[in-house]
């Protein structure tokens, strides 16, 4: 069985005091058994943070997209709503406007519809009420 082992290269770094006990500190803390390790560690810690990062920044790109998509649905339907009020506003105005078109015939046989059937019994005796018809023009 052989192991893989990744190829080292020796490099120089000139460090600030800080970056130095930063290393040192991982060092004393077991974490690391040298100052190198300690900068591998801290250098893969950095790719898996860039990788992350750029995961979130992927799905930062399709949230907004997909947002947008929502955005533009909302004002479609928007639209849709305004278009649709406006197409009841004429729904409800055109029984006024048939009203005002039908004869005296017509309109006296809408009010016989819209009768109860005791106001229908009581019309047959004494008539249809000329004066409600001409009330409702």
Known sequence: MQLFVPSMH???VSLEDRHLYELEARQRLGEASSRSE???QILNEY???QAEYEDLEREYEDLHTRYEAREDRVDQLEDQLARRSQIEE??????DKIRDRESY????QRLLDQASFTERLKWK???VPTERLDNSD
């Open 125 to 127: 005796v004494t008539g």
């Open 105 to 108: 015939q017509e309109r006296r």
């Open 38 to 40: 300690a900068l591998r």
């Open 90 to 95: 004429k729904v409800e105005a055109l029984p």
């Open 47 to 49: 790719d898996d943070l």
């Open 10 to 12: 020796k490099v120089t």
